[in-house]
């Protein structure tokens, strides 16, 4: 088999994970992306960038900035009591080399703060997939998760371009999706895990963009298989594939001349220190060389939270069940602030954005979306940020759809893949508010 293909297997284990429901510890948080002194800012454009890549940009330092774009987030928001968390995050890493199989390693965690001000883990998923990405169609040789569900072992084989969160879903709800002893898997962990494999396509395309910037491409590539994977865009797909856009432009000119570099934006990812609170995201194993991570954070507060109590008593919370503190009263309104970056580890200390998004957005009583705001931090297009309209559609509509109305609705020039998936994110939203509404049965 080619480029270190190895035969495709099934795997189910129990992966280490903290106790649900359990009080978090206060364990040292490892590996935050933190902006190197290697991005260092220097004066003027950099040298090989073309006119059609500089005529309309802003520099920090050599990094340019399109209209519309704010640079990269600083720093992580404290968590507020009587508020929920939840942090994912996917590692795209090739262990045996950039032509070797793709690895992604991918972790989340919903973390309820009381209005006590304690942490307590209500739900956490792993997710581990491996596939060959030099071998198109790139069918998955590998599969596990915590906690485990049998029915993703039908995945095995399948290609992740087509299909997959379909057969992902599928499987989520199969009568066989348990946790091994007949007890249903809880709705917080399907509901994280179900996240964690609606991620595996877009990463597994954006994963690409490690062995563009080292001058490799799938041989052969499809067609439509996507400018990182060596194959044409799909122009007009979004704002930033859009027919003449610069990077359709940058597109064409290496189709022409294979020989032509890739002009990658590096703009340093910003430091997403935790100062006091090692808890504000899950542990992030460290970035090896090549390697590249889709980080997600949403906050959700309450604008008038019931009654609140005081927090677990015995650090100890049944499955299931409201842990503490946020409340006992129904939750009347929330307001959720989400981050979402893909980033690229240059060289060693030197983390590099390749897109950034964040989303603020409010949530009535009655579960609609009452306001909604995006912000592009960093992206590789000049027209991306045209997307960022986008988000007044949400408006009006129920939180609990967004998932399946945002990927039939929102396509064209006037969306972006990558914050179409941040809003989709949002449809989880009816499940986050439940812990903080106090419900006694999810």
């Known amino acids: 088999m080619a480029h270190g293909q190895t035969a495709p297997t099934t795997v189910q284990s129990s992966l280490t994970r903290l106790t649900p429901g359990r009080a978090a510890p206060r364990v040292p948080h490892i590996a935050r992306p933190r902006q190197s002194e290697d991005g ?25 900035l399109w209209p519309g774009m704010t640079g990269s987030a600083q720093g992580t928001p404290a968590r507020r009591p009587g508020s929920i968390r939840r942090t994912t995050s996917v590692m795209m890493e ?36 491996v596939l060959d990405y030099m071998a198109a169609p790139g069918g998955v040789l590998e599969i596990e998760s915590e906690p485990p569900v049998p029915a993703l072992a039908d995945l095995v084989g ?7 969160r379909t057969a992902a879903r599928r499987a989520l709800t199969a009568p066989a999706g348990d946790l091994g002893g007949g007890a249903a898997t809880p709705a917080t962990d399907r509901s994280l895990l179900g996240q964690l494999l609606d991620d595996v396509p877009v990463a597994v395309l954006v994963s690409g963009a490690a062995l563009g910037r080292n001058g490799i491409f799938r041989e052969g590539a499809s067609v439509n298989a996507g400018a990182e994977a ?13 027919q003449g856009g610069l990077l359709a432009q940058l597109s064409a000119e290496r189709r022409a001349n294979p020989g032509t570099p890739v002009r990658a934006v590096s703009v340093p990812a910003g430091d997403l220190a935790l100062g006091d609170d090692p808890l ?6 460290p970035m090896p060389p090549n ?12 604008v008038s939270p019931g009654p609140a109590g005081g927090g677990p008593t015995d650090g100890e919370a049944p499955r299931g069940e409201a842990t503490d503190g946020a409340a006992a009263g129904a939750v009347s309104a929330v307001e ?7 980033s690229y580890l240059e060289a060693p200390g030197r983390e590099v954005l390749v897109h950034e998004y964040g989303v603020e957005a409010e949530v009535d009583s009655a579960g609609l979306i009452s306001r909604a705001r995006a912000r592009a931090g960093a992206l590789p297009g000049r027209e991306c940020p045209q997307a960022l309209g986008s988000a007044d559609r949400l408006v009006g509509l129920p939180a609990a759809e967004l998932r399946r109305t945002v990927g039939r609705a929102f396509v064209g020039t006037s969306t972006c893949t990558h914050l179409n998936d941040t809003f989709r994110t949002l449809g989880d939203l009816p499940d986050l508010i439940t812990f903080l509404g106090g419900t006694a049965e999810r």
């Open 230 to 242: 060596g194959g044409n865009p799909m122009i007009d797909v979004c704002a930033g594939w859009q």
């Open 94 to 129: 090739r262990p045996q080399g950039l032509t070797g199989p793709l690895h992604l390693i991918s972790t989340g965690r919903d973390l309820l703060t009381t209005t006590a001000g304690e942490a307590v883990v209500v739900g956490e998923a792993r997710l581990r997939v």
């Open 336 to 342: 959720v602030e989400a981050l979402f970056r893909d």
């Open 280 to 285: 504000g995201w899950h542990p992030l194993p």
């Open 40 to 64: 260092a800012r220097r004066a003027g454009p950099p040298p090989a960038a073309s006119a059609a890549a500089t005529a309309t940009a802003t520099f920090l330092g050599e990094i340019p």
């Open 291 to 302: 390697a590249m991570r889709r980080l997600r954070r949403i906050d959700v507060v309450p």
């Open 158 to 164: 399948a290609s992740t371009r087509s299909g997959f």
